[in-house]
């Protein structure tokens, strides 16, 4: 009966590190880049039916010049969302024209997100979970080239940019079928499955039990 709750052979996030070679000088300590040409709005969603996805837009001036949507089945949370958005989209800029521009003129690129704990956790000298060490490599392998800032953007408060990311991130959080998980499962979610599932077979069999009545 726990095969639905805990499946076999799910791959877990084993917290393995990295440790950054030097200060995440990336990490906004309340100052803007003085020439921040382009910026990038990330998000993750979490929708009530359990799928998830990540989107992020990248924007110059008024003009919204990327953009993308990943699907991350039901398995993932919005945390690793969080950060798959960043790590999708520093991958696209990586691989574009558009880091050879920045390069060119000077430009720097500032990152919004509205999830402290994901900008908390890049900031930290180690990064724990395979998702998170993936981020922080790309922000490295980004910062190496052009100045880079992560800024904290507050949800849901009808700023254009974060809006647009929401939006696109919902769009990943599509149903599609295939074998999941996508991301490897943090152990405190699979142990939160498991409790989960033995509290219901327990009341399940709690309710069947026709002895101890005195007890009830």
């Keep these: 009966e726990l095969e639905r709750y805990y499946p076999d052979n799910i791959p877990e996030d084993q917290g393995e590190e990295i440790i950054v070679n030097k200060p995440a000088t990336y990490i906004s300590d309340g100052h803007h880049l003085p020439n921040p040409s382009y910026k990038l709005f990330t998000d993750g969603s979490k929708q009530d039916t359990g799928w998830t996805g990540a989107g992020w837009a990248l924007t110059t001036g008024d003009q919204i010049i990327a953009e993308g949507s990943t699907m991350l089945g039901r398995w993932a949370t919005v945390y690793q969302a969080e950060m798959v958005a960043i790590s999708e989209a520093l991958r696209n800029i990586l691989e574009s024209d558009y880091l050879h521009k920045m390069k060119a003129n000077g430009q720097g690129l500032e990152i919004y997100s509205d999830s402290q704990a994901t900008i908390k956790t890049l900031a930290k000298t180690i990064t724990p979970g395979k998702v998170a060490i993936e981020c922080a490599q790309c922000l490295q392998r980004i910062h190496y080239q052009i100045d880079t800032k992560i800024l904290w953007i507050k949800g849901h408060a009808d700023h254009t940019g974060n809006e647009l990311a929401d939006m696109l991130a919902k769009r990943g959080a599509c149903p599609v079928s295939g ?16 409790k989960l599932g033995l509290r219901q077979r327990w009341s399940k069999r709690w309710t069947r039990e026709k002895y101890c009545r005195q007890t009830r």
Aim: no cysteine; net charge negative; proline share 25%.
């Design 179 to 194: 074998p999941e998980p996508f991301l490897p499962i943090p152990k405190t979610q699979v142990m939160d499955l498991v």
